[in-house]
């Protein structure tokens, strides 16, 4: 069974920084391409960052400079670094797994969540 299992989110002050985690189960990690989303209320989930199973990343424009996506295929963990934080960041955060173009090519797998408020 695949699982998903975000952690880190709380409450911060605007400025501050973040780090969640999501580890995954059930899958053969370093397989899956790796995402974080997020859904503020009243609004759509909107893509914040993938990393391929190659490494490569791309970016929200609104976290760019300011997020990091990594990965460590040894923990089957995905991490996502928030720093110099904005109220606008306030969302839950979903980790996402996608498998790739040469492996389960339309597989899609969700966390449950994690929430982030930022106060300003």
């Known amino acids: 069974q695949v699982r998903l299992v975000e952690s880190g989110g709380g409450l911060v002050q605007a400025g501050g920084s973040l780090r969640l985690s999501c580890e995954a189960f059930?899958?053969?990690?370093?397989?899956?391409?790796m995402g974080w989303y997020r859904q503020a209320p009243g609004k759509q989930r909107e893509l914040v960052a993938r990393?391929?199973?190659?490494?490569?990343?791309n970016f929200a424009d609104s976290v760019k400079g300011r997020f990091t996506i990594s990965r460590d295929n040894a923990k089957s963990t995905v991490y996502l670094q928030m720093n110099s934080l904005k109220p606008e960041d306030t969302a839950v955060y979903f980790c996402?797994?996608?498998?790739?173009?040469?492996?389960?090519?339309?597989?899609?797998?969700w966390g449950q969540g994690t929430q982030v408020t930022v106060s300003s």
């Open positions: 996402k797994a996608d498998g790739s173009i040469t492996y389960r090519p339309g597989f899609t797998a």
């Open positions: 990393i391929s199973t190659g490494g490569s990343t």
């Open positions: 059930g899958i053969i990690f370093n397989l899956y391409d």
